[in-house]
């Protein structure tokens, strides 16, 4: 599986960004899929996940105001971003399991960077 992560750029507090995460090499509906950051200094941290079905979860520092979704007919992920904070500026990878429920990353985009300005 190779993923192909886009959409990021610099946006104000309060502001949105929509960051997609195009996929190929195999059978998309079967993988879950989610979305990590990586802030400057930190370690990667989970964002948010949605199963083949389309059940999500989410961290707790965006629940409510990010949205993970799917579209398994144009093999893409995506994540809405709104009520962006400082906070939110990193670096956001896609990532594939190999298991239709995200269980544990198997495949990862090469990032998009965020930048959010207070």
């Known amino acids: 599986v190779q993923l192909q992560a886009s959409g990021g750029g610099l946006v104000q507090a309060g502001g949105s960004l929509r960051l997609s995460c195009a996929a190929s090499?195999?059978?998309?509906?079967?993988?879950?899929m989610a979305w990590y950051r990586q802030a400057p200094g930190k370690q990667r941290e989970f964002v948010a996940s949605?199963?083949?079905?389309?059940?999500?979860n989410y961290a707790d520092s965006v629940q409510g105001r990010f949205t993970i979704a799917r579209d398994n007919v144009k093999n893409s992920a995506y994540l809405q971003m709104n009520s962006l904070k400082p906070e939110d500026t990193a670096v956001y990878y896609c990532a594939a399991a190999k298991t239709w429920t995200f269980i544990a990353p198997a495949y990862w985009g090469q990032g998009t960077l965020v930048t959010v300005s207070s």
């Open positions: 090499g195999s059978p998309f509906s079967r993988y879950g």
């Open positions: 949605i199963n083949g079905g389309g059940i999500t």
